[in-house]
Nanobody, 114 residues
């Protein structure tokens, strides 16, 4: 399974972006899909996750601003990000778990200027 993340870029504080993560195969059987991020000098952290039943979870710092979703027909997971803050600046990675194996995408850089 290969995951291709895209959609990052430079945005001003208060702006919006939508990240996409396209899988090389059907995601309908993926147990969990998630977005992580890693800011400079910090450890990678979980941002949001969505399970196959559609239940979603978010880290407290993004609740109410970010929305994770998946489109099984397009083999794609999304992360909608609104009201972006400078502290959201990071490389964002998508992750999927399937068949007992964890797969990672290559990351997409999000930079939020103040």
């Amino acid at each position: 399974v290969q995951l291709q993340a895209s959609g990052g870029g430079l945005v001003q504080a208060g702006g919006s972006l939508r990240l996409s993560c396209v899988a090389s195969r059907s995601i309908s059987s993926f147990n969990v899909m998630a977005w992580y991020r890693q800011a400079p000098g910090k450890q990678r952290e979980s941002v949001a996750a969505i399970v196959s039943g559609g239940i979603t979870t978010y880290v407290d710092s993004v609740k109410g601003r970010f929305t994770i979703s998946r489109d099984n027909a397009k083999n794609t997971m999304y992360l909608g990000m609104n009201s972006l803050k400078p502290e959201d600046t990071a490389v964002y990675y998508c992750k999927a778990r399937y068949g007992g194996i964890t797969y990672w995408g290559q990351g997409t850089l999000v930079t939020v200027s103040s």
